[in-house]
């Protein structure tokens, strides 16, 4: 027997023999490359003018802001607001993506002024000026991408919270997909006959 056809039995042999021994590895739960910066495993970083923040999207049917609230403090997070519209697509394709088919609100860390309580949309409690991001860390108005006519407190003045509507088509219950508007911070979505638009998630956020 010649030397190469050894070596070409040796290769047949224990190249398949290394392959089944040792199997291919399973693929890391994130992508090879992509840095979540100083978070925790799980939670996604984001650069904000104010420093370094990290967001992880809960999901939990019909659950109330103050609720949810309290869930992410469990973390030792805090609901998180929108600093752009890049953390605002973040969280649209992540939940579109999960609970497709269906459709659905996020709460997101924000609140009504006090001085905009009893009003709906005027000079002085504009798409700008109605509300504030309430996790200490997002600032300015970039992340206030309301739909038509919102914050427009309607309800009897009620509407003190703020969700993302969610949902694979433009519209959901005629408001627009992947825009803010002001909602009651308990308001029951199924009893008011807008199931479609119940609450389905909420973000949590903290600095690393
Ligand atoms: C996350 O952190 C990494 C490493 O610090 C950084 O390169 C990346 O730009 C950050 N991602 C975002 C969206 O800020
Ligand atoms: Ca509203």
Sequence with gaps: MSQNLIFLLLAILVVPG?????????????CPGESNGNCERGWKNFTRPS??????????NSITQPTAEQHCQKYDATLSGLQNQMEAQYVIS?????????TGSVWVGMARRSFCQ???LTEDCSWATSFQWTDKSATGTDGFEWTCNQPDNARGRSQQCGVLTVSSQGSVDGIQTGLLDDVGCEFDFIKNDKKERDIK???CGKKP
């Design 201 to 203: 998630a909420y973000i």
């Design 51 to 60: 420093g370094e923040w990290c967001m992880k999207i809960f999901y939990e």
């Design 118 to 120: 009893t009003v709906g």
């Design 94 to 102: 992540t939940v579109t993506r999960r609970i497709y088919p269906e």
């Design 18 to 30: 290394y392959c089944i021994i040792m199997p291919q590895q399973p693929p890391p739960q994130s």
